[in-house]
């Protein structure tokens, strides 16, 4: 953990993580190094004092990193995630119930309409409304032969997992969402610089950009602003668990600042996002990359 208050060198604040490999979907406690969420560096001052938010892959990574930021802020949050990464949502919760605040955990494949459907429903029952949407589940695999070995069960697994998941969401959740409401998608730097090892992962997050600045022209009149936050190489369980080992050690080091980044850089992006602060920006990519361009 580190302290973010005080001024630091940015390519030391953090170590490279050195991790095996793990079995997909991973989970926290199977890392060799645990990322750093937050838990004892992020200082909350109520910018989402009330405020009551939807986070898709809520148990762990950037996930985690957001509900305890959102928390500390001052809002409730319902937490999706799949039911095998019950052990990490219910750890997520505790820091969400530890700030004060109400945790709703939907487990469930978001893969499926009605799965989607009833993380809104949770929502709306037990929140009594939504303010934040943050969609950031995502589904990877990496393949070293690109589209030679990226069969169509998994393209449709990826499509489903960060297309069709947002869109239905988004659409569910429109219908309780009044003026000042917020929805921050999950992008990725590999929406600009594919790897050709996640060629159908890059795809959709090009497509999730593009899908950001699309709805935000459509919503602005309602008073909803719509960003997106593009990470580049995050250190999270999705790692070791979706990439070669050799690309696990290497992970991140191609970046200028040399190393991955950790949850907890991530998480005042989408705080950003979801308050006022950001009130004139809607349709906007923020990229948190270690320095890698994005255009």
Same mark, same amino acid.
């Given at each position: @953990?580190?302290?973010?208050? $005080?001024?630091?060198?940015? $390519? ?11 079995? =997909? ?19 909350? !001052? ?21 509900? +305890?930021?959102?928390?500390?802020? #001052? ?5 999706? =995630? ?14 969400? &119930? ?29 929140? #009594? ?16 032969? #690109? ?11 990826? @499509?489903?997992?960060?297309? =069709?998941? @947002? ?18 998608? /999950?992008? !990725? ?14 795809? $959709?997050?090009?497509? +999730? +950009?593009? *899908?950001? &600045?699309?709805? %935000? ?10 960003? $997106? ?13 979706? @990439? ?13 600042? #040399? ?12 705080? *950003?996002? %979801? ?6 920006? /809607? ?13």
């Amino acid at each position: @953990m580190t302290d973010q208050t $005080t001024p630091q060198d940015p $390519t030391e604040q953090y170590g490279s993580p050195d991790s095996d490999t793990i079995a =997909y979907p991973g989970l926290t406690k199977d890392m060799d190094e645990k990322p750093d969420h937050g838990e004892e560096s992020y200082v909350g !001052s109520g910018r989402l004092e009330g405020k009551r938010a939807i986070i898709t892959g809520g148990d762990s990574g950037i996930g985690r990193a957001v509900a +305890i930021a959102y928390a500390r802020e #001052g809002a409730d949050v319902v937490l999706s =995630y799949l039911p095998e990464e019950q052990e990490d949502a219910d750890e997520t919760a505790r820091w969400v &119930r530890d700030a004060g605040r109400k945790a709703v955990l939907v487990p469930g494949d978001i893969r499926s309409e009605e799965a989607c459907q009833e993380i809104v429903d949770r929502a709306v029952a037990e929140l #009594g409304g939504i303010d934040v949407l943050v969609n950031n589940a995502a589904y990877q695999m990496a393949q070293e032969n #690109g589209i030679f070995d990226i069969t169509t069960e998994q393209l449709d697994r990826v @499509m489903k997992t960060n297309i =069709y998941a @947002m869109f239905w969401l988004t659409r569910a959740a429109l219908e309780h969402m009044g003026e000042g409401g917020t929805i921050i998608n /999950t992008s !990725s730097v590999q929406g600009y610089q594919p790897s050709p090892e996640l060629l159908d992962y890059a795809v $959709t997050k090009a497509g +999730i +950009i593009n *899908f950001t &600045r699309g709805l %935000a022209q459509q919503l602005a009149e309602r008073g909803i602003r719509v960003n $997106t936050v593009a990470p580049g190489p995050i250190w999270t369980p999705l790692i070791p668990a979706t @990439m070669p080992e050799g690309k696990v050690e290497s992970f991140g080091e191609d970046t200028p600042e #040399g190393r991955p980044g950790q949850p907890a850089e991530l998480a005042p992006a989408y705080v *950003f996002f %979801a308050s006022q602060e950001s009130s004139y920006t /809607t349709g906007q990519r923020l990229g948190v990359a270690g320095g890698k361009m994005m255009p």
